[in-house]
């Protein structure tokens, strides 16, 4: 089943969270335009959890405090030295998804609690 933005349900990283929706293209730190990048740091810091995050897929979600849509986020716009867990408190700032920019990601995502499980750092091999 294909949803708005032209992926299948199918590529979630986790086919629990079939309903979660990847942006397409999917836009990183390193193609995002100058302008977008000043449109999110100019809005405010949000807080939300993690709600999945797939080191080997480069992305994730992260489910608002305030409620609403979960928010994706992809690996490069990940700030610290430990790889999300599922409820990891974090807080991040929204940016406009191009071409409409109807839509949002999370960006400059960093974790401030971490879960109780253990936490495996970027630079350790996944295991």
């Known amino acids: 089943m294909s949803n708005d933005y032209g992926f299948n349900s ?11 929706q ?3 293209p999917i836009i990183t730190r390193r193609t995002r335009t100058a302008s977008t990048s000043e449109r999110a740091l100019g809005n405010p810091l949000e807080s939300g959890k ?12 992260v489910t608002p405090v305030k409620g609403g849509e979960d928010l994706f986020v992809h690996i490069s716009d990940v700030e610290g030295e430990y790889v999300p ?10 940016c406009p998804i191009p071409p409409k920019f109807e839509k949002n990601q999370a960006v400059h995502v960093k974790i401030i609690h971490l879960t109780p ?3 495996v750092k970027w630079d350790e091999p996944p295991k």
């Open 10 to 20: 199918d590529d979630s990283p986790n086919k629990s969270n079939s309903h979660l």
């Open 22 to 24: 990847l942006p397409s």
């Open 50 to 61: 993690i709600k999945s995050f797939c080191r080997e897929r480069g992305h994730g979600f």
């Open 85 to 94: 867990l599922p409820g990891d408190e974090v807080i991040y700032r929204l």
């Open 117 to 119: 499980e253990k936490h």
